[in-house]
């Protein structure tokens, strides 16, 4: 059985879950990080030194950094599904993973802590920035997404496992939000599926 170290509301630990779920594979999850501790003892640092969420046991393998653990799994339990076997599809949803760390998670850092994680934390000029940064980039996203039911290729991929959680924050954050109906249409369709609603029903914090 799969083991997860990591709290239901991390957004990392989400995209692992999110994938999980989806595979419908057993697995039990340790809460870690935050106000549960665990993350900088002795043990928890031999298998991720990073001390950070969230961390996969398969068996003898660990293995951590959220957007590889939706690789392996999707690799492992889904070759053909959500892992694309069409190389050029499958380097296509690795983009949107990679988009997700490399340009959602910087732009919408000051925000989210400012408005929700920590209030009062960041600037009103830092938050407004932070949140202008992010709108622009889920444009682009909604631009993608006009006339595709998914991410890539005509199926739900490894691509939804990662984007979908950063989507479910952002929209939930109490800022304003350019008109993405495509985006709304798509995170509609996600939310809509059981593994979506065991995952991403929680309050973001």
Not at 44 to 60: C, E, I, R
Request: proline share 6%; aromatic share 8%.
């Amino acid at each position: 059985m799969l083991r997860l170290w990591g709290r239901a509301n991390s957004i990392n630990v989400q995209k692992a879950l999110y994938c999980i779920e989806e595979l419908g594979l057993p697995y039990e999850r340790i809460d870690a990080g935050r106000g549960y501790g665990i993350v900088e003892t002795a043990e928890y640092k031999a298998m991720n030194p990073n001390s950070l969420v969230p961390t996969l046991q398969d068996g003898d393998f660990i293995l951590w950094e959220s957007n590889a653990i939706v690789r392996y799994l999707c690799a492992r339990h889904s070759d053909g599904d959500l892992w694309p076997r069409d190389l050029r599809v499958r380097a296509a949803a690795d983009r949107w993973m990679d988009w997700q760390q490399t340009a959602i998670t910087p732009a919408i850092g000051t925000a989210f802590h400012g408005l929700v994680r920590t209030p009062g934390s960041r600037t009103p000029q830092d938050i407004d920035e932070s949140a202008a940064k992010t709108d622009a980039l889920f444009l682009i996203l909604d631009a993608h997404l006009a006339g595709r039911s998914w991410l890539e290729g005509e199926r739900f991929s490894m691509a939804e496992c990662v984007i979908a959680p950063a989507v479910h924050r952002w929209l939930n954050m109490p800022v304003q939000h350019s008109d993405v109906p495509h985006v709304r249409r798509w995170y509609d369709a996600i939310m809509s599926r059981p593994a979506a609603e065991r995952v991403l029903t929680l309050p973001i914090t």
